[in-house]
Each structure stands twice: as structure tokens, then as C-alpha cells.
């Protein structure tokens, strides 16, 4: 395992995080999947007021024991903003009696998505301020679902540490928030690289063969890991055994072997399958009088004819409508040919015409967050 220091937090975590999701089966599999990530050299230990028991779980596996002691451990727990300071001080006194802690490594306010919810930030940060200044906190920073635009807003304000965002081979819209935060020394923490990143975990065949001799989850992890202003990655275990194929590169952070970097340029040839129809995600098309998100359709469509990443498209398509602000966007047959992107348009692209392709290839499956 290697360890980097997390911005300005000044923290080492390990270059693997333990996201606890998805271990709630039960508590004994909570704390088997907690040993066992520590055992073998993981050192962040990551939760969520949202996540069902997993704060409660989480606890129990830290009062039974592990390989590590309380002080060489990393605790975070994320809690939504709320309006009012009196509201996020009870939220962090409920989340550390669940975890049966006196303090938090680090709070992450949690889904900072919209532009209101960077406006519930003035609301509730005194209450953090407080818990930072009695030692309940020591470290705050953010997670966020949000567009780039909200996101570079929140980093800009200069009040977080620490940032938990989605950056992966196969999005890469977020470049500017890594290249901000690593100017404002903020730790980057990378959500779900696996699942989100493309169900790498059982891609296409078609993808496993372009990837060769890689796997696509090796090779993903590998993008992500020689970046160094990239802190650490999330794995979201069900169970200890979906810790292997993770941790085994958890000693891999040098940069790109020619042999890595000659299949990444092999993958980004693949995408001269789309011919003329390829979206090049420059987001020019936006906004949308329907709330399409168009250029978010369209990558699902690019990656399912280029690499045909088909489940993971259906996946992600059928959340639109089913996430709220988690993932917002209508789905694509809502288009009513109005025309306003198409002039926005600099690949001249028939967006009408793709978004009913996307939605033919893509619909359904619904889609839906796994906690609340």
C-alpha cells in the first residue's frame, strides 16, 4: 500500500479508501470487510450520515478491534448541508455517537450539487467552525455530484480541505476541478472508480479485449493512481472478498508504462467508431429548454457503440428522473425537436436524431441511489 498526503489536511491516506456503502448486509460482514481492508494497509475509513447503518456498523467494527489503532486510522463521515447551524450540530453529535467516536478525522459536507446548496453553506459551517475549534472535527472538506461549474465555485471558496468528486478514463469532464483544488493544495478524493467509472468490474468483452494485457479495472485504477494530485480512490466493498482486484495495485503509483499508455492510445482510437456522430463533450449544447443533459446521453451512446459499455449506459440512463439532484437530467425522449442546441453545435451534430438513438439503446433500466 502507498500513502500520499491529502492537501492541506496533511493527513497520509492510504492511495485506496474504504467507502462503506455498500458492506450493510450485515454487521458482522460490516466488520469483516473493515478488518480485512485494514489488514492489509488501508488506513481511510469512509461514511455517510445517509447510509443507512453504515455509520452504526462502522463503529461496532472499530469497538471490536483492528489491525491498526484509533490514532493510526483516518475516520470520515459526510453529512448534507442544512439550512441552520443548530441542525449540523446535532448531525455531527448523532453521527460520532453512532460511530462511538469523541472526534472525526474528517467531515465532508455532503452532495454539494446545486447552487443552493452552496448557498446552505453559510448556514451550517459556523456549526462546523465550532466543532473544529472543540476538537470534534479536525479536517472539512466536500463531496459533490455537482456540474463543473458549481463544482470550481466550491473550491473556490477557499473554506474546504478536502474535495470527493468523480474523475475517471472515461469522464474526465472534471480535469479542472483536480487542476484547481491540487492549486489550492486540497485533498482530491476520487468517488467510486470502479462503479461509476463504467462497471469496470464486469466490462464487455469487447472492452477486456481492446484493454489487453490489462484489465479495464487495472487500467482505470492505473490513470487514476500515476496522478499525483489524485490523494486516494474509493472502493466501495460489498465484502471483503471485492478487496482483491483493488488493493492488488494499491503499490502501483508510477507513472504510465509504455505498454499502459500504448492501450489507452489504442481506446482513444476506438472511438473513430462513432464517425461523424461522435460527441466530443464540450457541453456548448446546454442548457436545454426540456433539461435534457444532452452531452451526458451522448457519452453513455459514445461509450456503448465505441466500447459497448451497453449496462453501464442503461445503468446510468436510467437514473435520469429516478436521483433528484444526485444525477438530474430528463431522460432523452423528452426532445421535442425545438432546435435551440443545434446552432451551439460545433460538430454540427443532428442532436435530435442522437438523443432518440441514445434512448432506444439505453432505456430500460431504472436507475436508482442506493441509500437516501
Known sequence: MRYRRFGKTNLNLSVFSLGTMRYVASEENARQTVYQAVLQGVN??????????????????????????RSQLHITTKIAPTLDADSMQRAIDESLARLGLDYLDCLALHGINTWEHLKFISGCMPAVHQAIADGRVRHVGFSTHAPLEIVLAVVSTDLFEFVNLHYYYFFQRNAAAIALAAQKDMGVFIISPADKGGLLYTPSPKLQALCQPFSPLELNYRFLLQDPRITTLSVGAASATELTAPLSVSDRTEALTPEEIAVLQRLETQKDALGSDRCSQCYECLPCPETIHIPEVLRLRNLAIAYDMVEYGKYRYGMFENAGHWFPGMKANRCTECGDCLPRCPEQLDIPTLLQDSHNRLNGREGRRLWD
Not at 469512509?46 to 462502522?58: F, H, M, W
Not at 472499530?62 to 491498526?68: C, T
Open 44 to 69: 481511510h475509513l469512509e461514511t455517510a450520515r445517509g447510509y443507512g447503518k453504515s455509520e452504526q456498523y462502522l463503529g461496532a467494527a472499530i469497538k471490536a478491534g483492528l489491525p491498526k489503532t
